[in-house]
């Protein structure tokens, strides 16, 4: 299980840890409700910095994701495809969605730190919205 301190944070809910592990916060997935489906970024694939690259399917919506820095997809959970209930299970921890090998790791340093992130939410920390 990561430690939210460890992680940045976009407004638009995904959360990036020091090695690249992207995953969707714990006040999103309670908002969202129960995730059904996942469609998540090749291996390989080069994206930019804030560019949709992922699809989450609840059982109230469907949404995009964001990459929260630019590179190279190096990894996804694989988990995710038989087991979307992970996300909300486990948010911080075998609920993460992919691995980004950033191509300018100091973006990372320009997203939220968690309190931030809980005050944008309107949660009271420690981590009321992490």
Known sequence: ??????????E?????APDGTVGLSQHAQSEIGDVVFADLPKVGRTVKRGEAIAV????????????P???????VNDEIAG???LINREPYGRGWLFRIAASDPAEREVLMDSDAYDASTGHGGPHGGV
């Open 83 to 85: 087991d979307p209930s």
């Open 12 to 16: 638009s809910h995904e959360w990036i």
């Open 69 to 75: 820095v630019a590179g190279e997809i190096v990894a």
């Open 1 to 10: 299980m990561l430690d939210p301190k460890e992680l940045r944070f976009q």
């Open 56 to 67: 989450l399917e609840s059982v109230k919506a469907a949404f995009d994701l964001y990459a």
